[in-house]
């Protein structure tokens, strides 16, 4: 199991092609930080988006083009159970 790399205190992760954005934050949630993805709340309608054409570093000669998605979320509070 590789860890998300970190980069700038963000968590970063390539996207499976089975899943979508979110499905990515989730699976980072659960398998890296062990936090059920539930407690969480991303915000969907504040997606960032940029798109980053560097050289190969596996191939010289061909450039690669990154495409990154920022998402933003916060932690819910966990409801106590009344006794």
Same mark, same amino acid.
């Given at each position: 199991?590789?860890?998300? @790399?970190?980069?700038?205190? %963000?968590?970063?992760?390539?996207?499976? $092609?089975?899943?979508?954005?979110?499905? /990515? +934050?989730? !699976?980072?949630?659960?398998?890296?930080?062990?936090?059920?993805?539930?407690?969480?709340?991303?915000?969907? @309608?504040?997606?960032?988006? %940029?798109?980053?054409?560097?050289?190969? $570093?596996?191939?010289?000669?061909?450039? /690669? +083009?990154? !495409?990154?998605?920022?998402?933003?979320?916060?932690?819910?509070?966990?409801?106590?159970?009344?006794?």
């Amino acid at each position: 199991m590789v860890p998300p @790399r970190s980069l700038t205190g %963000c968590l970063v992760q390539k996207k499976r $092609p089975d899943e979508n954005q979110f499905g /990515t +934050v989730r !699976r980072i949630l659960r398998k890296y930080l062990h936090i059920d993805d539930d407690m969480v709340r991303l915000d969907a @309608r504040n997606v960032k988006y %940029c798109e980053e054409e560097l050289p190969s $570093p596996a191939f010289p000669g061909l450039r /690669t +083009v990154y !495409r990154k998605r920022i998402i933003s979320g916060v932690l819910a509070r966990r409801e106590r159970a009344n006794s």
